[in-house]
C-alpha cells in the first residue's frame, strides 16, 4: 500500500475529528500525539527531540539529508503558487530579511 493511502486510511476511534464523524485519519492522529508529546516534554524538551530527529536522519540519508528536503519542500510550494506567487513569496522574504537587518543596526546603534 502507498504511503499516502495509508496516511488517508480512517481507523474508528471513539475520538471525533472536524468532520465530526468519530474517525481519525493517520495524519490527525499523528498530529494529535504530536501535541500530546510537546504537552509532556515542553518547549526545550520538544525541540531537543527535534535535533535527535534531525541528526538520526542525517546519519540514516547522509549529511545532505536536510538540504534535499528544504529543495524538495520549495519545488512543492513553487508548484502550489504558481510562479508569480512563489515570486511574490520570494519578495516577501526579501522585505523581512532586509527588516530585520535595519533593526539589527538600530539596535546596534543604541548600544554605542
Given at each position: 500500500?502507498?504511503?499516502?493511502?495509508?496516511?488517508?486510511?480512517?481507523?474508528?476511534?471513539?475520538?471525533?475529528?472536524?468532520?465530526?464523524?468519530?474517525?481519525?485519519?493517520?495524519?490527525?492522529?499523528?498530529?494529535?500525539?504530536?501535541?500530546?508529546?510537546?504537552?509532556?516534554?515542553?518547549?526545550?524538551?520538544?525541540?531537543?527531540?527535534?535535533?535527535?530527529?534531525?541528526?538520526?536522519?542525517?546519519?540514516?540519508?547522509?549529511?545532505?539529508?536536510?538540504?534535499?528536503?528544504?529543495?524538495?519542500?520549495?519545488?512543492?510550494?513553487?508548484?502550489?503558487l504558481g510562479p508569480?506567487?512563489?515570486?511574490?513569496?520570494?519578495?516577501?522574504?526579501?522585505?523581512?530579511?532586509?527588516?530585520?537587518?535595519?533593526k539589527g543596526k538600530?539596535?546596534?546603534?543604541?548600544?554605542?
Open positions: 500500500m502507498a504511503n499516502n493511502e495509508r496516511n488517508n486510511q480512517t481507523p474508528s476511534n471513539n475520538n471525533s475529528n472536524a468532520s465530526g464523524n468519530g474517525d481519525m485519519t493517520v495524519r490527525e492522529a499523528g498530529q494529535k500525539g504530536g501535541e500530546i508529546r510537546k504537552e509532556q516534554l515542553g518547549p526545550e524538551g520538544y525541540s531537543e527531540l527535534g535535533h535527535k530527529g534531525v541528526e538520526a536522519l542525517r546519519e540514516e540519508r547522509g549529511p545532505d539529508a536536510m538540504s534535499e528536503i528544504g529543495r524538495e519542500g520549495g519545488e512543492t510550494r513553487k508548484q502550489q508569480e506567487g512563489y515570486s511574490e513569496l520570494g519578495h516577501k522574504g526579501g522585505e523581512r530579511v532586509r527588516d530585520l537587518i535595519n538600530e539596535s546596534e546603534g543604541s548600544n554605542e
